[in-house]
């Protein structure tokens, strides 16, 4: 099974948090993530945050659950940040379940697979966080925001193929939008869906007659 594409559902979750990010006085990047969230019927959505971060992607986050039924989860480095993330979502009159800790241990110990995953790129450790994150065997969707704003060394070189395991899954796709602060995001295959994508292709050689299969 893989993750399946609902317009309906996207373009609803994408209108009702345009009205609800109104009080942030922004757009672009929650209304995207919110989207997508929902236009992929995610049943788990997991977001990093720590305090001083921007809101509004995860009232899209938060947004996007009502819509799937499914769990948004928020990873918070310490209580400070917890209270401050429950109060400020609170005002948003929305609501996700936080998770305190390191983000690289909680990702060891989050159960079910990740649908939907959001980490902002500024953040020292988010490729290492990406990397650990148990993704859902249907595929996933991970978003790295704030990729203008980084400059720390994690950023230099980053490819998503290195956030995989070798062999068990494989890039669909990847695209950078100059969206918010700037955006990277990747589809994710579903489970074996790396050793799925290549194909075997048949040439015939017209002068000696020999048969070569080329897997690609």
Aim: hydrophobic residues 40%.
């Amino acid at each position: 099974m893989k993750l399946v594409w609902s317009p309906e559902t996207a373009s609803k979750a994408y209108i009702e948090t345009v009205q609800s990010c109104r009080i942030f006085r922004e757009s672009g990047v929650a209304e995207l993530v919110s989207a997508m969230a929902a236009g992929w019927n995610a049943q788990l959505i997991v977001e990093t945050w720590s305090e001083g971060g921007v809101m509004a992607t995860s009232v899209g986050l938060a947004v996007a659950r009502t819509h799937t039924g499914g769990r948004h989860v928020c990873v918070v480095p310490d209580e400070r940040s917890r209270s401050k993330y429950a109060e400020r979502m609170g005002e948003a009159g929305m609501s996700a379940e936080i998770v305190v800790g390191e983000a690289e241990e909680v990702m060891e110990g989050l159960a079910g697979g990740i649908d939907v995953m959001v980490v902002d790129s500024t953040r020292v450790n988010f490729s290492r966080v990406l990397r650990l994150a148990k993704l859902s065997n249907k595929g996933a969707v991970l978003i790295s925001k704030n990729v203008n704003s980084a400059t720390n060394s994690a950023t230099s070189g980053f490819r998503w193929r290195s956030v995989l395991e070798e062999g068990s899954r494989r890039v669909v796709r990847s695209v950078y939008l100059p969206v918010g602060k700037g955006l990277e995001i990747a589809h994710v295959s579903a489970i074996g869906g790396g050793s799925a994508a290549k194909k075997w292709f048949k040439h015939v050689d017209q002068q000696s007659g020999e048969v070569h299969v080329i897997r690609r």
